[in-house]
């Protein structure tokens, strides 16, 4: 058992999901040579690993995930720059609240991604489908969260503006948000899932651009490696978007 | 040493009142089931002078502090600052209030530099000031800590050197010391004592401590249990400059006990008042 003083160190959990990455691995890869798991329908994880020079050699990789991660880029900003200010917007009037909230949440688990040949013919087979598809299928956690953390703002510290006659726009940007941001961030979160599995997804339905058209052609082509070795890739572009939101938070809420 | 008290509502003769309350009604509700809070209050507060309402919970204590604060603005009769009657928040009225109230987000300094920051002060003088009022409240050295690395005491104290920082001509205060332990609560006593005599503020304190009160103010402004009227006004004739030690003495003694007089009264009432409640609750 690792000591106390090294389980709380910088490098534990680095090391910890490393390890357990690669214990996972061997463990499927074991599986799959001793035929517990058929071999034909997972791939061994080492011919996925041996893949992963072909395709960035063979399928413009850098090109794929440039096209993808600018997609997600556009995407996750959109959905901050809408939906936090519709979660001010349902907090402040509480008619429209009352209204659409139910709405909004149901619109979260809308299985939007079937809308697309809607998309399609709005705005054709381009990555402004992908973009407008992601943004509309991330903005309701959002914008929920945000209400939800607006709303549970301590009526003291608003009060404390209150005593110190500011305006509602002051309130908002000094008091209500920055006391807000715990909640709104778990709602970016929950966002930013929800935009990085649809831009995938909806370049894999419409067979366009970035890495979600990479794994539907080599899903087509039957290489089973290869289209594994794509997802790792995406996964990768996933862990850079929110190590990026990490910074972000960290920065913006020092230690509470 | 005699005990001056005094059934009048106005404050001694000689200096103008700075803040006065002059028959401040306010109702919850309408009709059978209306709570009245707050009944036809009437005292008044000298410039520099320490005046504390107590009463028992229910009494409309805080009530009272948010229609002085200008946080409730319907009621009837008047609060006025200056002569000036006021609506709304007032520029001259700096809060304290009884929950902790610093900004999570903000370390020490920027906690207490807020309302400059507000006022668009600059940055330089504004963290000159700050400092001044960090160190006024015994936080030197911890100004660049968040809240959350400070215990409640040191965080009131935050509360209170944020709104000392604009210099506000009243200083309104609702229960600051209730979260704390007692004695926290008696060095914190000594602190705003010696603020308030080193920068003559004029100061409201809403508390139901008797032994906080006593030890602190000049007057004390005894409330009824619901609904809540001025049962008399105590002059506290204890020597100043005075600190925790005074609660030894036998004067301060008197003093509660005087007062306990009135408050065992109200605060029975209010006993019955929330027991019969709840056995009216269990039987519904």
Redesign the interface.
């Known amino acids: 058992m690792a000591s106390p003083s090294f389980s709380q160190s910088r490098a534990f959990p680095i090391l910890l999901g490393a390890s357990t990455f690669i214990g996972a691995f061997v463990a499927l890869e074991v599986l799959l040579r001793y035929g517990v798991v058929n071999k034909y329908v997972v791939p061994l994880p080492s011919q996925v690993l041996m893949s992963l020079e072909r395709i960035v050699v063979e399928e413009n990789i850098v090109g794929r995930m440039r096209d993808t991660a600018w997609e997600m880029f556009v995407s996750c900003i959109a959905v901050i720059v809408l939906g936090v200010p519709m979660g001010a917007l349902l907090y402040r009037w509480q008619p429209l609240r009352r209204a659409l909230l139910d709405w909004v949440a149901a619109l979260a688990a809308a299985p939007l991604v079937l809308a697309f040949p809607l998309f399609l013919v709005i705005f054709g087979r381009s990555a402004t489908t992908v973009i407008v598809m992601s943004v509309i299928t991330g903005l309701a956690p959002i914008v929920i969260k945000t209400t939800e953390g607006l709303l549970g703002v301590?009526s003291?510290?608003i009060?404390?503006g209150?005593?110190?006659?500011?305006t509602d726009a002051?309130m908002l940007r000094?008091?209500l948000l920055?006391?807000a941001?715990p909640v709104i961030f778990s709602g970016i979160r929950l966002s930013w899932t929800f935009v990085l599995i649809s831009v995938v997804g909806i370049e894999f339905l419409i067979n366009l651009g970035g890495l979600g058209q990479l794994i539907n052609d080599l899903a087509e082509r039957y290489d089973l490696p290869g289209t594994y070795g794509a997802i790792g890739f995406v996964i990768l572009v996933s862990v850079i978007f929110f190590m990026l939101l990490e910074r972000v938070e960290s920065w913006l809420?020092?230690?509470? | 040493m005699t005990l001056a008290s005094t059934a009048t509502t106005g404050a001694p003769s000689g200096q103008r009142p700075q803040l006065v309350i002059d028959k401040v009604f306010k109702q919850f509700g309408v009709g059978p089931g209306a709570v009245t809070a707050v009944d036809h209050v009437s005292f008044d507060v000298k410039p520099g002078e320490f005046v504390s309402v107590i009463g028992p919970s229910g009494c409309g204590k805080s009530t009272l502090f948010n229609i002085i604060g200008g946080l409730l603005d319907e009621y009837e009769g008047d609060v006025l600052i200056e002569r000036e009657r006021i609506a709304g928040p007032h520029k001259a009225v700096g809060m304290v209030f009884q929950e902790e109230s610093t900004f999570p987000w903000r370390n020490v300094i920027d906690n207490v530099a807020f309302p400059l920051e507000l006022q668009g002060v600059n940055k330089s003088e504004r963290l000159d000031r700050a400092h001044h009022f960090i160190d006024l409240v015994g936080l030197k050295g911890f100004e660049r800590l968040m809240p959350s690395a400070l215990s409640g005491g040191m965080r009131q104290r935050v509360s209170i050197a944020r709104t000392l920082v604009f210099q506000p001509q009243i200083l309104l205060m609702d229960e600051p010391f209730a979260a704390l332990d007692e004695q926290t609560r008696l060095l914190l006593g000594d602190k705003i004592t010696q603020i308030q005599q080193d920068l003559n503020q004029t100061t409201l304190l809403i508390t139901h401590n008797l032994t906080e009160a006593v030890q602190l103010s000049d007057r004390i402004v005894v409330m009824t249990y619901r609904p809540g009227k001025v049962k008399r006004i105590v002059d506290i004739d204890l020597p100043r400059p005075r600190s925790s030690d005074v609660v030894s003495s036998d004067a301060f003694g008197h003093y509660v006990a005087e007062i306990w007089a009135d408050l065992r009264e109200e605060a029975s009432r209010g006993m019955a008042d929330s027991e019969s409640a709840r056995r009216g609750g269990s039987r519904g």
């Open positions: 301590r003291v510290l009060n404390v209150r005593s110190l006659k500011m002051q000094m008091i920055p006391a941001l809420r020092p230690a509470r």
